[in-house]
Every structure is written in structure tokens, then in C-alpha cells.
């Protein structure tokens, strides 16, 4: 009954790329394991579907999971035919598909209420294929379906006490729109049942749909053949534009010919891939320059981005600074003054972070940051979630520049960096020897990841202690490479 039932997940897998799907299925030695990203997503999407539960007190949990689906079935089978009103990952089988639904909740007149959770903050495409698909094998079973509904997390909810399922999720009726998708759910699913069927994978070029809607788990193989700094690196170049340069025999960036449609930014980073020349623009550089006033602030934030708000005055995904680090320059070319600030991870850490910069940050001078904007809309956040300290931060916002600007505006391109611009490609094209290898903490999600760690209360004093250090070596890196970068600049210009 069971030999090879298309799940739900399976189902969307299809959907992407067939290919992907033969994958999963034939091949799942090339998957690379979980990183430890991935694994948080999917602790936090199993948190968010735990609280959903909370939505519709009463329900009943189907307790059999992935290696019990014969025993998840014929649980669900005796709620149904018992009277049970809600219905807790309840298991479906019809046709080749298999489907567990989030929550089922019976009517008066003996329909059901389909009824998915998902931790994102609108209802988006491919949510509708999702429930779709689920709605074709409840029906399909025998059940009647009145409406299909998509729970999704309401982005403008407030944390204030405990959490309130009432107020965290928004309901929103897609049963219309599930509807008109039932006759091509089921065209879908006899499609993908002959991709099964064949011993042979299915020839699918790599493309968009590599990464949408999801980041697939077989890109490393699928993209082994490209070779590095390819057409797939050029900065916002479209998909459209990258399969026609693929047509064309085209891989490598430095092959793509000069009469190619680029823009203008594009088309800096070409001559710069082909010429391996720094190309310069003295007048904007100056102009950036010239915008900075001493004494500098090189100012970096790191962030946690919780879905399920874990203080007051939070919201959900709203990313809250745990950490800043600051070097200070009293004038050009000063010998920077390092500050940090780590919260202790036992509360809100914005109280803390707050009082550090405005007791470290003069009324007067530039605050530069890589990409201001980040630093600057957490700065806004804090002023309306802490209206006490709102006039002090907000005065801070109007003394940003970003540093980030004369390499977006290709005042400056260097080849080293490949047509990119952020702060990991710039660093070591710009000062050789200062890189992100080899730390312990090497971008922002590690950083999240640690931070995390530190909340668990799970690590030893030891551990916890090691962890702090790796993030002050880390967002410390970020501000000195600032220091850097605006040194290596500044002796560009006359």
C-alpha cells in the first residue's frame, strides 16, 4: 500500500524540478548533510507549527511519524470515523500520494476545514500548490472539504507577555484558489509517477529554479561543471540573460563578448574580468570621501531574526541586535579605539546595546557602516520599540554614510572581486592577507547560530565562554576591515 507515495514534500519537490525529485529519490547519497542553518529553519518551522496547534485547543495529535505511516493512517482513519473534531497531523492516502495535514476541523454538518501553518507572513504561491495537492488526497479519501485555510504568521503582532496563537497567526481563505488547482494537481502527480517510474534521470538544465522557491539540495551536483567566477556570479544579470549566454557556449564571466546587453555597472566588471585592472573613478571617490566627518564611528551590528518573538516590544523575524562592535578614529589615519558591546543572552538584548552606543558614540562625526541601511533601519526599530531613547537614537541616523557606495557605484572595481560587492569579496581584494577563512565565526549566520546557542543554555561555562570570543573576533573583523578599506580608499585620491 505504501511502495512509493508521494508525500506532500515530494509533491513540491516535482513542482521545482523533476529532476530534483528522481533525486530524492534514487540518489539521496548526494545530498550533503544538514548544515546547521538548515537544521535551525526546520527546529523553528516545527516551533511555529507547535504553537499553530494552540490556535484550536482540543485537538487530537496523530502520534506516528515518517517510519509509521501505515499506523498514521489508520489512527487518523479511527478520529474521523469517531467524531473527533480537530484533527492534528492527520495522514491521508489516495491514488500515489500521501498527505499529513497540519490541522483538520470538522463542521457541524460533517465537512472539514483544511487548515495549513506556515511560519511566513503571507500566503505566496506555492503555499497554494502545497495545500492544493493535500486537498486533492483528503478528497480523494473520502472526505469533505468546506474550505482550505492558510494559517501564516501576522508580522504586525507585538510581543507583550505570554504568546497568544489568537493574535500570532492570521487566517486567510484559499479555498477558491485551491479549487482551480485540483485538475492540475492531479496531471501533476501522474507526471512525476512516470519520472519515478524510469531508471533514467531526467535531463533538466540548472536555472532559476535552483533556488525557487527553495534552495535545492542537489545544486552542489547538479552544479559541479560550472566553473568558478562563471556568468552565474555577474551582479543582477537575469536568469533570461544567463540562459542565453549558456545557449550561446558561454560559462566563464571573462568569455561573455563586449557587445553583450549589460548595464553599465555590468559591463565595469567585465572589462575588469578581462583586463585585470583596477578601474577607478577619482571624482566619485572623492565626492564619497569628502563626505566623512571625524571623528569616525566604523560601526557593525550583528543580529538574531526569531520567528516566534522571544522578548517584549519584539515582533516576528524582526531582527534584533545582540551585538556592535565600534572603532573609533579621532581623525584620518588616527590609530582606531576598539569598543564592543555582547549581550549576556539571559534577556533582551537591546536595553544594553542601547545605553553602549550612546555612551560610546559622540554628538558629533560620521557613523560608517557596509551597507548603512542594515545598521540604520535596527537603529529606527530600537527608537520606536524604546520611545524613552527615541530622540537620542534617531539623532544618530542623519550622520550615516555607507562605505559600501563608491563600489556599488563602481567608483572603485577591482577584479579580485568578480563583479561583487560584498564586504567578503572586498576585504581581501583590498587588503591582502586580511580574510574571513579560517575563523570560527565567519559570516552573519554563524553569528545568529552562536548567539542562539548562547540562549539555549545548553553549553557549558567553557563552551559559552569560547563562543563569546568567536563573535568579538568576528563582528570585530567586520569594523577593523572597515578601517581598512577607508585607508586603502583615501590614498587614492590627491
Known sequence: MFARKLSKSQFMMGLQCVKRLWLYNYRRDLKPPVTPGQQHLFDEGRAIGELARDYFPGGTFVDADFRRLPQAVKLTAELVEGGTDVIFEGAFVFGNALARCDILRRNADGSWDLIEAKGSTSVKDEHLRDVAVQRYVLEGAGLRIKKTLLMHVDNTFVKNGPLDAQRFFKLEDITGQTAVLLAETARDLERFKEVLASADMPEISIGRHCSEPYDCEFRGYCWKGVPEHSIYDIPRLSWEKKNLLKAMGILNFRDVPDSFDLNEGQKLALKAEKTGET?????????????????????????????????????????????????????????????????????????????????????????LAYNASFEMKRIGEMAVDFPERGPALSALLPRFEDLMQPFLERAYVHPACHGRFSLKKVLPALVPGMTYEGLAVGHGGEAQLAYYSILSGKLSPAEEEKLRNDLKVYCGQDTLAMVKILEHLSRLTP
Open 279 to 367: 578601474l577607478l573613478d577619482r571624482e566619485k571617490l572623492a565626492a564619497f570621501l569628502g563626505k566623512i566627518k571625524y571623528p569616525l564611528y566604523h560601526i557593525d551590528f550583528e543580529t538574531i531574526m526569531p520567528g516566534i518573538p522571544l522578548y517584549d516590544a519584539s515582533r516576528p523575524y524582526q531582527q534584533l541586535p545582540f551585538q556592535v562592535s565600534l572603532h573609533v578614529q579621532a581623525g584620518p589615519g588616527a590609530e582606531p579605539a576598539h569598543f564592543e558591546y555582547l549581550a549576556g543572552g539571559k534577556g533582551d538584548p537591546r536595553p544594553g546595546l542601547i545605553r553602549f552606543l550612546l555612551e560610546k558614540i559622540g554628538p558629533e562625526g560620521t557613523l
